[in-house]
């Protein structure tokens, strides 16, 4: 179970929840919305401008408007639990403060635990069904936990995703797996771990995301396949998370001609109050992706997306391009007779059944004089870290002559670590001081450091006739926006490039596996290469490790692993 000093920052959020009935049209519609907030603290910290409002904007949205809840990106965790008690310091009705955490709260906010991604669990599943279930429920009960412990208290996730499309450029390595028995199994382990906990949790992306080759950031993704093969592969884990207890469905922005030929399945009446409400007898709350991707926002504009939303069946809409606008759009399909003021109490209602979930007066004594830096203790604790540890250690792959051997003491070769990203400016997982940097380092290895943005090097330099044995360390794998899950170019074209200049000395992949798989056929047995799942420090001193056995404590990078 839970303990008190989990709540710390849920004790400001503790407010009685009025009769929502009571409340005006604009105030139960505005409780259905969930906006976009940066993490930081400050105005001048704003790192999405374009989706993340200033204060002063906020605060009118919360306290005037009377939305809902606020889903937060960036900034360190201690940030977030100051950041989530002034937002519900602001709020007369308890927020919804969610987060997009599927690999731990550390994926999002800096200084709590960050997991491999979900798919080396389900890599793990592979031989050991047993084994990765329990991990999947304990990376469940430590989100959760460390959730709770800096004010959140909507976790969205798990993805219940079947990755059937190796060109999936926006689900890929966040999927459990490639096969709807892997996905629903993790999936509700996932859920299990969180149930001990008062948070919500929410499975996306309904009715499946998993085989598309188009980003839904960008544009709108079409699912071709019949009513027969999406009930048998896309539904399992969404059935199966609802069996579970799973609080919330996510929408997903795509056509699915089989069930709706207008619509996709986040603006569609078919799929949300047909499929999932009525077919599936899902009771909770039905939540759209976000309004702003392009697959929605580009089709159907700020205010009339959110309309058809609320029509199709969504009790939230989440990240409206602009909340001040949507509010009133909504109520005036609604005092036109569009949408029945019951289908706006239905979501309301199932809104504060969530609320009531989260709210635990009884805390609130117990809570009042303790210390405020007692949740930090609720963080990254030793026990968690040796989870992500054995989960990472688990799931990564080696092949080829390992480890390497050393140079010899006289050697006068150059040896180059070329570590290939796709945006370095992005790059959250690299630093001076982190093992795929540090570790070749004190082995004699010149860091060059490439991305997307880097001119390839002519063939007439001096690459081809100056030997240079290279560790090629490449960081890729599915992300939104990207708009493609393959390798970058510039990656692909290092790699031959090695290859056909025999100077490829070791590989390393951190991300996705079917970059793994692309190059395997191609790579000499001598060559030795590793794959991790996970791109953080951690992996990267338990990668190395193979490579260079005792590298980690030789330098004095062992806080990693």
């Given at each position: 179970?839970?303990?008190?000093?989990?709540?710390?920052?849920?004790?400001?959020?503790?407010?009685?929840?009025?009769d929502?009935?009571a409340?005006?049209?604009?105030?139960?519609?505005?409780?259905?919305?969930?906006?976009r907030?940066?993490?930081?603290?400050?105005?001048?910290?704003?790192q999405?401008?374009?989706?993340?409002?200033?204060?002063?904007?906020?605060?009118?949205?919360?306290?005037?408007l009377?939305?809902?809840?606020?889903?937060?990106?960036?900034?360190?965790?201690?940030?977030?639990?100051?950041?989530?008690?002034?937002?519900?310091?602001?709020?007369?009705?308890?927020?919804?403060?969610?987060?997009?955490?599927?690999?731990?709260?550390?994926?999002?906010?800096?200084?709590?635990?960050?997991?491999?991604?979900?798919?080396?669990?389900?890599a793990?599943?592979?031989?050991?069904?047993?084994?990765?279930?329990?991990?999947?429920?304990?990376?469940?009960?430590?989100?959760?936990?460390?959730?709770?412990?800096?004010?959140i208290?909507?976790?969205?996730?798990p993805?219940?995703?079947?990755?059937?499309?190796?060109?999936?450029?926006?689900?890929?390595?966040?999927?459990?797996?490639?096969?709807?028995?892997?996905?629903?199994?993790?999936?509700?382990?996932?859920?299990?771990?969180?149930?001990?906990?008062?948070?919500?949790?929410?499975?996306?992306?309904?009715?499946?995301?998993?085989?598309?080759?188009?980003?839904?950031?960008?544009?709108?993704?079409?699912?071709?396949?019949?009513?027969?093969?999406?009930?048998?592969?896309?539904?399992p884990?969404?059935?199966?998370?609802?069996?579970?207890?799973?609080?919330?469905?996510?929408?997903?922005?795509?056509?699915?001609p089989?069930?709706?030929?207008q619509?996709?399945?986040t603006?569609?009446?078919?799929?949300?109050?047909?499929?999932?409400?009525?077919?599936l007898?899902?009771?909770?709350?039905?939540?759209?992706?976000?309004?702003?991707?392009?697959?929605?926002?580009?089709?159907?504009?700020?205010?009339?997306?959110?309309?058809l939303?609320?029509?199709?069946?969504?009790?939230?809409?989440?990240?409206?391009?602009?909340?001040?606008?949507?509010?009133?759009?909504?109520?005036?399909?609604v005092?036109?007779?569009?949408?029945?003021?019951?289908?706006?109490?239905?979501?309301?209602?199932?809104?504060?059944?969530?609320?009531h979930?989260?709210?635990?007066?009884?805390?609130?004594?117990?809570?009042?004089?303790?210390?405020?830096?007692t949740?930090?203790?609720?963080?990254?604790?030793?026990?968690?870290?040796?989870?992500v540890?054995?989960?990472?250690q688990?799931?990564?792959?080696?092949?080829?002559?390992?480890?390497?051997?050393?140079?010899?003491?006289?050697?006068?070769?150059?040896?180059?670590?070329?570590?290939?990203?796709?945006?370095?400016?992005?790059?959250k997982?690299?630093?001076?001081?982190?093992?795929?940097?540090?570790?070749?380092?004190?082995?004699?290895?010149?860091?060059?450091?490439?991305?997307?943005?880097?001119p390839?090097?002519s063939?007439?330099?001096?690459?081809?006739?100056?030997?240079?044995?290279?560790?090629?360390?490449?960081?890729?794998?599915?992300?939104?926006?990207?708009?493609?899950a393959?390798?970058?170019?510039?990656a692909?074209?290092?790699?031959?490039?090695?290859?056909?200049?025999?100077?490829l000395?070791?590989?390393?992949?951190?991300?996705?596996?079917?970059?793994?798989e692309?190059?395997?056929?191609?790579?000499?047995?001598?060559?030795?290469?590793?794959?991790?799942?996970?791109?953080?420090?951690?992996?990267?001193?338990?990668?190395?490790?193979?490579?260079?056995?005792?590298?980690?404590?030789?330098?004095?990078?062992?806080?990693?692993?």
């Open positions: 179970m839970y303990s008190v000093g989990v709540f710390l920052f849920l004790s400001e959020m503790i407010k009685p929840l009025p929502f009935r409340l005006s049209l604009e105030a139960q519609v505005a409780q259905m919305v969930v906006v907030a940066s993490g930081y603290l400050f105005d001048h910290q704003i999405y401008p374009a989706w993340e409002p200033p204060a002063a904007i906020l605060q009118r949205w919360v306290q005037d009377g939305i809902g809840g606020v889903i937060l990106l960036g900034g360190s965790a201690a940030e977030l639990a100051v950041r989530s008690q002034q937002l519900q310091n602001w709020a007369t009705i308890p927020l919804f403060i969610a987060a997009d955490i599927e690999e731990g709260v550390g994926q999002r906010f800096t200084g709590a635990t960050w997991f491999p991604p979900p798919m080396a669990i389900g793990i599943a592979r031989n050991d069904a047993h084994k990765a279930q329990r991990y999947a429920q304990e990376m469940g009960a430590i989100t959760a936990k460390e959730a709770l412990a800096i004010g208290n909507w976790i969205l996730a993805v219940a995703d079947v990755n059937n499309n190796p060109q999936n450029p926006v689900i890929n390595v966040r999927a459990f797996g490639e096969t709807p028995e892997t996905v629903s199994q993790l999936a509700c382990s996932f859920i299990q771990g969180t149930q001990d906990y008062p948070i919500l949790t929410a499975a996306k992306h309904f009715p499946g995301h998993g085989d598309t080759a188009t980003d839904s950031h960008l544009d709108l993704p079409v699912l071709p396949h019949s009513s027969a093969r999406l009930n048998q592969v896309e539904l884990p969404f059935k199966a998370a609802i069996a579970a207890g799973v609080d919330a469905v996510m929408t997903a922005h795509l056509l699915i089989a069930w709706d030929e619509y996709p399945a603006l569609s009446k078919q799929v949300l109050t047909q499929l999932l409400r009525t077919n007898e899902f009771e909770g709350l039905i939540i759209t992706d976000a309004l702003v991707m392009g697959a929605i926002a580009n089709r159907y504009g700020a205010d009339e997306a959110p309309v939303a609320v029509e199709a069946g969504a009790d939230i809409l989440l990240m409206p391009s602009n909340p001040e606008t949507a509010i009133p759009a909504v109520c005036n399909a005092t036109s007779g569009r949408i029945s003021h019951e289908r706006i109490l239905s979501a309301v209602e199932r809104i504060w059944r969530a609320k979930r989260i709210v635990e007066p009884g805390l609130v004594n117990n809570l009042s004089q303790q210390n405020p830096p949740f930090l203790h609720q963080l990254s604790q030793p026990a968690t870290l040796k989870t540890t054995n989960i990472l688990d799931s990564q792959r080696i092949g080829g002559s390992l480890p390497l051997p050393p140079e010899p003491p006289n050697s006068n070769r150059s040896l180059r670590n070329l570590i290939v990203v796709d945006d370095s400016l992005t790059c997982v690299l630093g001076r001081q982190v093992p795929a940097v540090a570790i070749p380092q004190q082995r004699g290895y010149e860091l060059q450091l490439v991305d997307r943005n880097t390839f090097p063939e007439n330099l001096s690459y081809t006739t100056t030997m240079q044995p290279t560790l090629l360390q490449l960081f890729i794998r599915g992300n939104p926006f990207r708009g493609t393959g390798l970058t170019a510039v692909g074209e290092w790699f031959k490039r090695l290859l056909r200049t025999q100077e000395q070791a590989l390393v992949i951190y991300g996705s596996p079917y970059v793994l692309q190059f395997l056929p191609e790579l000499s047995p001598a060559i030795p290469y590793v794959f991790s799942y996970g791109q953080t420090p951690t992996a990267q001193a338990i990668a190395l490790e193979a490579l260079f056995p005792q590298a980690a404590l030789a330098q004095n990078v062992t806080e990693f692993i």
